[in-house]
């Protein structure tokens, strides 16, 4: 059986040489690539470098995709797996839910949930104290784990980005005038809470798959 001859593709014709920044095999061989990576692997990561800029935390979880999606993209599903918001309603504006943070004493918060079902993407747009400008954006995706994994159930992958408005409050005429904190000193915390959550997210929808209950209860329906 003869190998199909290959011809690389006109990439980068454009810039002339080679541009910092672009570690490709046409200029940088493995040999000298190896060590570059070889540096970038570290046995300790500082906090700040894995969580300054983005919060990223991911797991499986043993329930079917399709089922845990329709469950997340619920904004409702919030009340069951996160560690704070809770009393979820709605409000004048269609899709635009109104809830408490527990975690800010006396801070409301909105939230706007825009799903994609055929991607699975699940992000949770927010804001403390107003709902004008949902700055606070929770980036989720279910992927099919037989895909990933060679396994029935799905993969979560969450992100969220370090928004300007985490180091100072755009709108502080709408906070409690008795609050001690804003959103952002927890930043540092994200990563950790955000896996916490995760966890949560996990242990209620295996545990209602597993015992053949509907992932999205009927309190839900």
Known sequence: MS???WKALPALEDIDGSLDGVIRV????????????????????PHDLVFGEYCTVNDFIDCPPDELFAYMADTRSLEEWTYSL??????DEPGLWLAHDRLGSETEIYTRTLANKQ???????????QGEHLWMIYLM??????????KPGSVVLWTNCHHPFYDSNP?????????????GDFWDMFGAGHLLELQNLKAIAEYRY????????????
């Not at 809770?86 to 409000?91: E, K, V």
Request: contains cysteine; aromatic residues 10%; hydrophobic residues 35%.
């Open 171 to 183: 709108y502080p005429e709408t906070a409690p005038p008795q609050r001690p904190v804003w959103v």
């Open 210 to 221: 597993r015992n053949g209950l509907p992932v999205t209860p009927d309190w839900m329906r």
């Open 141 to 150: 995706r279910v992927i099919d784990a037989q895909l990933v994994l060679n």
């Open 26 to 45: 046409e200029t940088t061989p493995r040999e000298r690539a190896t060590p570059i990576i070889m540096e970038m692997m570290r046995s300790v990561y």
């Open 119 to 129: 991607a699975r993407t699940v992000d949770y747009h927010c804001a403390w104290d």
């Open 86 to 91: 809770r009393g979820f309603t709605t409000t």
């Open 3 to 5: 190998v199909k001859a």
